[in-house]
């Protein structure tokens, strides 16, 4: 059962132009999601997160916009930069449950940013 | 202030050997967790530490256990290995509650043969 789902494997945009980046989840306890960003042989960096009360949270170039009732985040960047190509990672959490401690990861998306 | 670190970052193993890797979160996190990736199931979590304590644990055979030392430091041990193993093995640390941030290693890729 996949309860966080990145349906678009892949994303190519140019350089400058605006990146979204889509996560879709179903379990309705999640109430904290988060984007990584990772590169090859590497850990996942954290980009940015978002708590349910919230609806949209941004720092610098990133955007993330949670629909509760859609059950929808994306997240988006703009401007877009070849430095941000890589693979995506949405993430969330049952904060208030006694699973809260663990993440549970979309399938990540794939981002080519072309200059 | 440095971030995780694991060691080694990379490993070769036999069938049915057994495998001990390690992780030192950023100072003053307490707590610790272990995730698998592979390319067919993604990132998967496999446990928690806090405190010293198991608080947490996901969907993975007893042959993968862990444990957390008072200084914080975290050692993830699976015994008697198996191809299907084969994975990169990331640690994530985090201050201690739920909506914490988790930062995360660079993992260890072990390869079993």
């Known amino acids: 059962d996949q309860q966080v789902k990145q349906n678009s494997p892949s994303l190519s945009v140019q350089e400058g132009r605006i990146s979204i980046l889509n996560c879709d989840y179903t379990?309705?306890?999640?109430?904290?999601f988060l984007w990584y960003k990772k590169y090859p042989a590497e850990g996942p960096t954290f980009l940015i997160s978002?708590?349910?009360?919230?609806d949209k949270n941004e720092d610098g170039r990133f955007t993330v916009f949670l629909n509760k009732s859609a059950k929808h985040l994306s997240l988006h960047i703009v401007p877009s930069q070849p430095g941000d190509s890589a693979v995506y990672f949405c993430?969330?959490?049952?904060?208030?449950?006694?699973?809260?401690?663990?993440?549970?990861f979309g399938e990540g998306t794939q981002l080519t940013v072309n200059p | 202030k440095a971030g995780v670190t694991q060691t080694p970052r990379y490993l070769i193993k036999t069938r049915g050997q057994q495998v001990t890797l390690s992780c030192s979160p950023i100072?003053?996190?307490?707590?610790v967790s272990w995730y698998q990736q592979t390319p067919g199931q993604g990132l998967q979590f496999l446990f928690e530490?806090?405190?010293?304590?198991?608080?947490n644990k996901g969907n993975f055979p007893g042959r993968f256990s862990g444990r957390q030392f008072s200084n914080s430091r975290s050692e993830m041990n699976v015994s008697t290995l198996e191809l299907g193993d084969s994975a990169l093995y990331l640690c994530?640390?985090?201050?201690?509650?739920?909506?914490?941030?988790?930062?995360f290693g660079p993992g260890t890729r072990l390869t079993v043969l």
């Open positions: 994530a640390s985090r201050l201690g509650e739920n909506t914490d941030t988790q930062y």
């Open positions: 379990n309705s306890m999640f109430d904290y």
């Open positions: 978002i708590s349910s009360i919230k």
């Open positions: 993430a969330a959490s049952a904060s208030r449950e006694t699973s809260g401690s663990r993440l549970t």
């Open positions: 100072s003053g996190h307490r707590s």
């Open positions: 530490y806090f405190s010293e304590t198991q608080r």
